[in-house]
């Protein structure tokens, strides 16, 4: 087996030699997935805030302590959500919009549960079993956003604007009242303006 070699070991997050990425025939995908993200991303009107994020998610993914890797995406997600120095039930609320029907509970309630793990950490310097599991699932909730802003799926021109996209009303029929709502104040304003 490869090892990765250290001469860091008296660092306190050293952990041990990590085993080399050994799936020779999987980088030809990643590979084409790298260029694809890249090709989009060169169009974006929020290409250098995104880039930005896209550099934090890599230096949470090298963190070899799995706290501090999970409070940088914790940061992350609230960057990603607009919700940076709100409380964390909007940032939870934000960051499960894209869930539908009861993904969306269980969604909410890992969360919750990563939130409280979140604030153990930060608030009494206590860390948890499994704390790698814990940063793997913050991760799982930071990735379909990205790949949402890569391909702009929303149509939005701001990080910030993603986040005030995903502070919209999750239930179909409350969001189509207030399109109706929105066009007739956009007709009252046009009709007031003549």
């Known amino acids: 087996m490869v090892h990765l070699q250290s001469t860091c070991t008296g660092e306190p997050d050293y952990a041990e030699d990590l085993p080399l990425f050994k799936h020779a025939d999987k980088w030809p995908k990643i590979e084409g997935n790298r260029r694809w993200a890249v090709r989009l991303v060169k169009g974006l009107p929020y290409r250098a ?8 998610y890599i230096s949470a993914l090298d963190q070899p302590n799995p706290e501090a890797a999970l ?4 940061g992350i997600l609230e960057k990603l959500t607009h919700t940076v120095g709100a409380k964390y039930d909007e940032t939870i609320k934000r960051a499960v919009w894209i869930f539908s029907g009861e993904d969306r509970l269980l969604a909410k309630d890992l969360l919750e549960a990563v939130r409280c793990r979140r604030n153990q950490y930060v608030h009494a310097s206590r860390t948890g079993p ?4 814990v940063t793997y699932l913050v991760k799982s909730f930071v990735d379909p956003h990205l790949i949402r802003l890569i391909r702009n799926d929303f149509s939005i021109k701001s990080l ?9 009303p999750t239930e179909t029929a409350v969001l189509r009242d207030r399109m109706i709502w929105l066009r007739r104040a956009l007709r009252t304003r046009s009709g007031s303006k003549q």
């Open 160 to 168: 910030d604007q993603y986040g005030e996209f995903l502070s919209l």
């Open 71 to 74: 409070l940088q995406l914790w």
């Open 49 to 56: 805030d995104l880039e930005s994020l896209l550099l934090r």
């Open 130 to 133: 499994d704390s790698d599991q």
